[in-house]
């Protein structure tokens, strides 16, 4: 699945960590969802989503 989270984290300005804080996860978690090693819990893809002010969908394709 390939997902836009690095790309709004520097569009935004955010390093991993400040993006971590943020989402009250680790920086490792992070870093894990942006190489496609890790997918969110729906809780998290959901809070990720409202952050950036993004539906779910755009920022997750799962057809990729």
Do not use: C, K, W
């Not at 790309?7 to 989402?23: N, V």
């Amino acid at each position: 699945m390939r997902n836009r989270v690095r790309e709004l984290r520097l569009d935004h300005g955010l390093s991993q960590a400040a993006l971590a804080d943020a989402m009250e996860v680790s920086r490792q978690t992070i870093n894990s969802i942006e190489t496609g090693r890790y997918l969110p819990s729906l809780p998290l893809a959901l809070t990720l989503a409202r952050y950036f002010d993004q539906h779910v969908e755009e920022i997750f394709d799962v057809d990729a």
